[in-house]
């Protein structure tokens, strides 16, 4: 189980030190940010694409306007193609695609600024300031590539600005002073943001992993199952797949507790349930239903393939029992998805291919399909 203390971020990047954790944490973030990356692609477009009426106004060479109309078109189609292409973006290298895009439309600002026939220097250093703040706080992104997009549009600016305008030393150097005083101050809030943001993720799986796990055995409970089964059942009846269910329960559990104690049966619940978790699917729930009784959901599996890892987890409990010297069987009852099911019949009807098991001498899987069953012994 996730545990909050031990999720170390790095004091340089503000990102967490574990990459796994670090691209959970940014898949979480853009998926959330979806729509606003939509709403926030086309609006840009259609910003910079309706001061074109102006252009016509302010600019009298026709070369001009064409270089102008030109950038103005592709801000719009870069809009439009952001807006229902977003899947593209974010099928993998996400930030580094929006980094890129932010910097298409930076460098497509500079070409209409540096043409531009009655550009004024201080409206274009505000803008650029509204860019800087922009790029910080209104984009989804990695802190580091933000500062290079807020950097290298400094840069540019300083570029045009050189080649542009003939401003004095002093405006200069306060314009510019302003910006990267901005620049910071905006990388420490992005920082402390981000920082906060991947704390606050951490708490919520933390805590979400807690109202869906079982604390001792680290296997889901019974709430989560049931929502999961409850999933399966309706995607089975949408679009034909099927599954199977698995339940057991350890032969004469109250023995151990009685004879040797409580701790001594809690260790063998979470040796079975290490056991157990290392021999199915990651898709697969195994769940803790009660006491010593579990329950694994197998999607996609028929009955024999689910009756066929009942047995080879009974076999392997029993022979990693026998290594340590403590004989230790299971029982176990497996049933398939048929049409008709609901929550309460199919779980009715493993709970049956169960108790079939255990009054049949335990150690053996007992497999029920409506009337017919199965029985495996040892």
């Not at 959970?24 to 001061?51: P, T, V």
């Not at 400094?154 to 003939?166: D, E, H, N, R």
């Not at 009685?258 to 079975?272: A, N, P, R, T």
């Not at 069987?329 to 009715?348: A, R």
């Amino acid at each position: 189980m996730m545990d909050p203390q031990t999720q170390a971020i790095s004091k340089l990047t503000g990102m967490f030190l574990d990459k796994d954790l670090e691209r959970r944490f940014e898949d979480s973030y853009l998926n959330r940010s979806k729509n606003q990356l939509r709403r926030i692609a086309q609006g840009i477009g259609m910003l910079f694409f309706i001061f074109i009426f102006y252009d016509f106004s302010a600019n009298k060479s026709n070369e001009t306007l064409v270089i102008i109309c030109i950038c103005r078109f592709i801000f719009l189609f870069l809009g439009i193609f952001f807006y229902y292409r977003l899947d593209f973006f974010l099928k993998s290298s996400t930030f580094f695609k929006i980094t890129v895009y932010e910097l298409i439309y930076i460098n497509l600002f500079f070409i209409i600024v540096f043409v531009y026939e009655t550009s004024h220097f201080l409206i274009q250093a505000f803008a650029i300031n509204v860019i800087i703040f922009g790029v910080f706080f209104l984009i989804p992104n990695i802190l580091h590539y933000r500062i290079f997009i807020a950097l290298y549009t400094l840069a540019g600016f300083l570029v045009v600005t050189m080649s542009k305008y003939t401003p004095a030393f002093t405006e200069l150097i306060a314009i510019y002073s302003y910006l990267l005083i901005a620049i910071f101050i905006n990388t420490i809030s992005v920082y402390s943001l981000g920082k906060y943001m991947r704390l606050d993720y951490v708490y919520k799986q933390y805590f979400k992993e807690l109202s869906t796990k079982d604390p001792l055995t680290n296997t889901y409970n019974r709430l989560k199952f049931n929502e999961s089964l409850s999933s399966e059942i309706e995607l089975a009846k949408r679009y034909g797949n099927t599954f199977s269910l698995i339940m057991f329960d350890i032969d004469h559990f109250k023995n151990f507790n009685d004879k040797k104690g409580h701790s001594f049966g809690d260790k063998i619940l979470v040796e079975v349930s290490n056991l157990v978790k290392e021999s199915i699917r990651g898709v697969d729930i195994f769940a803790r239903w009660g006491g010593e009784e579990f329950v694994i959901l197998l999607p996609h599996t028929v009955s024999d393939e689910a009756t066929a890892l009942a047995e080879r987890l009974r076999r392997a409990i029993y022979k990693e029992s026998l290594k340590k010297e403590i004989p230790l069987t299971c029982s176990f009852g497996v049933t398939s998805f048929y049409n008709h099911d609901n929550h309460d019949v199919i779980m009715e009807r493993v709970d049956r291919a169960l108790y079939k098991a255990k009054g049949s001498g335990r150690n053996v899987v007992v497999t029920e399909l409506y009337s017919l069953e199965r029985q495996c012994s040892q």
